[in-house]
């Protein structure tokens, strides 16, 4: 699976933005989808991540609240729609997909990584 992030973008705080993930090459539909982003200096860190048929959805501790992730298999992407920005979200957010897996945080090894997408919060 080929992954494609995109809708990064400067925004000021309180403001709002979706980052698109499309994905091609193979059936997407058995992927999990995760959203992680990583700022200068700092880890990487978990964001979100939605399984296969969407059962599972997780947030991290940072975003819950002010995020939503989903996705649309019939166009092959997940979505990140974040609202409620503020400076600390500034950051590249990276998308990544792994077979069959529930739950993306525990560290392991993604199957697939997309490019990333610079998300600027600023006044």
């Known amino acids: 699976v080929q992954l494609q992030a995109s809708g990064g973008g400067l925004v000021q705080p309180g403001g709002s933005l979706r980052l698109s993930c499309a994905g091609s090459?193979?059936?997407?539909?058995?992927?999990?989808i995760a959203w992680f982003r990583q700022a200068p200096g700092k880890e990487r860190e978990f964001v979100a991540s939605?399984?296969?048929?969407?059962?599972?959805?997780y947030y991290g501790d940072s975003v819950k609240g002010r995020f939503t992730i989903s996705r649309d298999d019939a166009k092959s992407t997940v979505y990140l729609q974040m609202n409620s920005l503020k400076p600390e979200d500034t950051s590249v957010y990276y998308c990544?997909?792994?077979?069959?897996?529930?739950?993306?945080?525990?560290?392991?090894?993604?199957?697939?990584w997309g490019q990333g997408t610079l998300v600027t919060v600023s006044s």
């Open positions: 990544a997909a792994r077979l069959g897996a529930r739950d993306m945080r525990d560290g392991a090894d993604n199957d697939y």
């Open positions: 939605v399984s296969g048929g969407s059962f599972f959805k």
């Open positions: 090459g193979r059936s997407f539909i058995p992927y999990a």
